[in-house]
């Protein structure tokens, strides 16, 4: 499957960088080593600290929040936060945002952009320590990963509805699209000249993020150079918006019942069924259920429990309410993807049929890859298969293609 290859207006806002940091150590090659994963595409600079611009009502103010030295930046992945505030955001389905925040993430100091998108549950910490945690993409992020920070700039969205970014204050209070997620971000990096002559060397979505994607690559084929897409199709599946629906469902059910936290809790556990697969998950809890007080319980109960509990750890209602909905919005047809277009999809799949990926990358107008993912991780596997994914990027950030994988 192959094809040839082949405007958003900025509008007032402002950008300052609120925080300046370093992750936790990476153990990969040390400083001295070379690497050319991200050696390729049109060159972006920014300093590690910006110099503020008092010329510009949307310039970026810089804030030496803490003294990183720049010798640090070879083993630790340097990155710098912003909160980028746009004016006047009309969201696609009636709801006029007099002002919103879009928070971002920016490693590295030069070469080739790149912007990463995940899924509902992700943040714009893609290789550093987050509220505890690791960044979600630590696997591919950071000093000698192949997204190599010393060599290229990656950057992380909290998307609309989430994270530092501007969240509903209350369950269903506005509605957000995938085609609103796009614009905003769009807009975001047009405020700071991110954009322009120059375009983002490679747009990475995967799940959430790669409706998203889909839609920034439709609407904005001039700010991007090509578009890899993880795990996400043209469409949403029937059977998955079901799936969410019972979901908000249960959320609602226990706001209105004044326990939030735990409808969040069970409708995150409900979802894990969905990211993985039923293969794994019999392997892993193949045990006979037991009786407790009464009380039958299955072997699963307490994986379920544990996913659910760490999620209502870092995750609002309202921010999961908020973006669910925006999975279900997600529809456009992949004839009318002007940029090029790169496509991973795993056949176990339950939250994306591969049918469905399988029609997008027929569809697709520029299509240049198509990657068959197999895994018994299914929707996770833009995670979980690091070899897989690790090669997809290689060939993504250096432009290669093998004809024997088309």
Not at 317 to 341: M, R
Not at 373 to 378: E, K, T
Request: aromatic letters at 8%; hydrophobic letters at 35%.
């Amino acid at each position: 499957m192959s094809a040839s290859l082949q405007s958003a207006q900025p509008s007032a806002s402002t950008a300052d960088y609120s925080s300046v940091g370093t992750a936790v150590p990476d153990h990969g090659p040390p400083a001295s080593a070379t690497s050319s994963a991200c050696a390729t595409g049109a060159t972006h600079s920014l300093p590690l600290y910006a110099r503020p611009d008092t010329a510009r009502p949307d310039a970026v103010q810089a804030a030496q929040a803490n003294g990183t030295p720049l010798a640090q930046a070879a083993c630790y992945s340097s990155y710098r936060d912003l909160r980028v505030r746009l004016q006047s955001v009309a969201l696609q389905h009636g709801t006029h945002l007099p002002q919103a925040t879009i928070a971002l993430r920016h490693y590295g100091q030069s070469g080739p952009l790149y912007v990463v998108l995940g899924g509902i549950s992700s943040h714009r910490a893609l290789c550093d320590e987050h509220e505890g945690t690791r960044g979600w993409w630590h696997d591919y992020v950071g000093p000698g990963k192949v997204l190599d920070t010393r060599h290229c700039q990656v950057l992380g969205v909290d998307f609309l509805g989430s994270g530092a970014s501007t969240k509903p204050r209350h369950l269903g209070e506005w509605v957000v699209s995938p085609q609103d997620q796009a614009q905003v971000i769009v807009r975001a990096l047009q405020s700071l000249d991110w954009l322009g002559k120059r375009r983002v060397d490679g747009l990475i979505g995967s799940s959430y993020g790669g409706m998203v994607a889909l839609h920034w690559a439709q609407r904005f084929p001039h700010t991007l150079s090509r578009a890899l897409v993880l795990c996400a199709a043209h469409r949403s599946s029937p059977t998955t918006s079901a799936y969410r629906s019972v979901q908000r469902q249960i959320v609602r059910l226990a706001h209105e019942l004044g326990d939030g936290k735990q409808g969040l809790q069970l409708a995150r556990a409900l979802a894990m069924l969905g990211f993985r697969t039923p293969q794994e998950l019999d392997q892993r809890f193949s045990q006979s259920a037991k009786v407790k007080q009464q009380q039958v319980h299955v072997a699963m109960d307490d994986y379920l429990n544990a996913r659910g509990h760490a999620y209502v750890q870092q995750h609002a209602a309202n921010s999961f309410y908020c973006l669910s909905q925006s999975c279900d919005l997600h529809q456009l047809d992949p004839a009318n993807i002007n940029t090029e277009l790169w496509l991973g999809a795993c056949p176990e799949d339950q939250i994306i049929p591969f049918a469905d990926a399988t029609q997008l990358a027929e569809r697709a107008a520029h299509l240049r890859y198509f990657q068959r993912i197999p895994s018994r991780f299914g929707h996770d596997c833009f995670i979980k298969e690091t070899q897989a994914i690790r090669h997809i990027l290689r060939l993504f950030t250096h432009q290669q293609l093998n004809a024997t994988q088309l």
